[in-house]
């Protein structure tokens, strides 16, 4: 059930970058051919002003068709996207961007009007309430991932054969776990519950090792004080402004390191994740309760508009790219050029995600 309705996010993820292209193409009275949630067969389609709204069989996405978006379409036609002012053709590409990161805003806005996890220090408005130890991360292949541990689970009391910690902070749980580094360690947790609506205790067996960190053993988890941050409307969309602009950035500078290290070569394909793993993700991020599963949705909604901004012909910012250029040399690329490249960016995107899917679906049956 978590994963299906995971998959719905990610449909509506999809219908909000599509109804971004769509809305600014309809201010500017280009004409829409088809706009669609689902891909074909169609089981549904309905003409209304000009555009087809249809809703296909294969409900993994969407898309809409705008005359003239394709090389040479319509030229001349008033209501072609290829006939309009440069400027006019930028706003409709980059509107799909615009969207997500706006839709991730609000959704994130929304998270902080009903309580959204938030560390006890953090940068905004408000103050954090009911602060708990929490997992804030895992690292791959560590003894905390072997025995079971994920982040959101609430720390709430770590055993050993000779003492035990339960009470304290993030600081003085890691001081316990570093003192005692050679003893294997029983770690209750609270674990977020979303069909029962509160948690549910676990307990896990883990023992410390070498190279987790450097210089000494460890369990391989990162340890937070979290609590529940919960705001009025006005603050609440400040704070979500302020959420918002910080996953970006660091989405951003995380998927230009990968780039980087792609290119020469060095890229390490289990640091990310493709649709397998996103998947697995976000089912249990929504399994974790609404507050994870709200900040999961904006974390992909602000990946999907960086992807989608990158210059690579075939994405929106491969075009947006073009039409710079075109703008810069005051003449139109070739179409045969255009089309050439487009498809030079599909086989690269399709090359990457079949190289980022095997490596998820290595980690799974690894």
């Not at 995971?6 to 201010?27: M, N, Q």
């Not at 995380?254 to 697995?280: K, N, Q």
């Amino acid at each position: 059930m978590s994963l299906a309705i995971f998959l719905i996010i990610l449909v509506v993820l999809i219908w909000v970058h599509e109804l971004g292209h769509f809305s600014v193409a309809k201010l500017f009275k280009v004409r829409v051919e088809e706009f669609s949630i689902g891909f074909p067969p169609r089981i549904f389609r309905v003409r209304r002003g000009g555009t087809q709204y249809s809703l296909g069989l294969l409900l993994v996405g969407g898309y809409v068709k705008i005359f003239g978006e394709d090389p040479g379409e319509g030229r001349g036609d008033s209501r072609s996207l290829n006939s309009r002012s440069r400027w006019v053709q930028a706003a409709v590409l980059a509107a799909g961007v615009a969207f997500n990161l706006v839709f991730a805003w609000l959704l994130l806005s929304a998270g902080y009007m009903t309580g959204l996890p938030t560390p006890k220090e953090h940068a905004g408005f408000g103050e954090v309430s009911d602060v708990r130890t929490t997992v804030a991360g895992v690292l791959p292949d560590s003894p905390a991932e072997r025995a079971g541990l994920l982040p959101g689970d609430v720390v709430s009391a770590i055993k050993t054969g000779s003492t035990e910690f339960s009470k304290g902070n993030a600081e003085s749980a890691r001081a316990f776990i570093a003192a005692h580094a050679d003893e294997s360690m029983i770690v209750a947790v609270l674990r977020p519950s979303a069909t029962e609506g509160g948690f549910e205790q676990k307990t896990f067996l883990a023992k410390p090792e070498e190279g987790m960190i450097e210089g000494r053993k460890a369990l391989g988890v990162e340890l937070g004080d979290y609590g529940i941050l919960r705001l009025p409307p006005h603050l609440a969309f400040a704070q979500g402004a302020i959420l918002a602009e910080r996953i970006t950035v660091e989405s951003a500078r995380g998927l230009g390191r990968f780039l980087g290290e792609l290119l020469r070569g060095t890229a390490d394909f289990s640091a990310v994740a493709g649709p397998v793993g996103i998947a697995g993700a976000g089912a249990q991020a929504v399994q974790s309760g609404f507050g994870t599963a709200i900040i999961i949705t904006a974390l992909i909604s602000i990946n999907l508009a960086i992807i989608n901004v990158l210059p690579i012909p075939g994405l929106d910012g491969g075009r947006l790219l073009i039409l710079a250029i075109e703008g810069a040399v005051r003449r139109s690329i070739p179409e045969r050029l255009v089309t050439a490249l487009t498809l030079f960016g599909f086989v690269l995107l399709i090359a990457l995600m079949v190289a980022v899917t095997a490596s998820d679906i290595a980690r799974l049956i690894g």
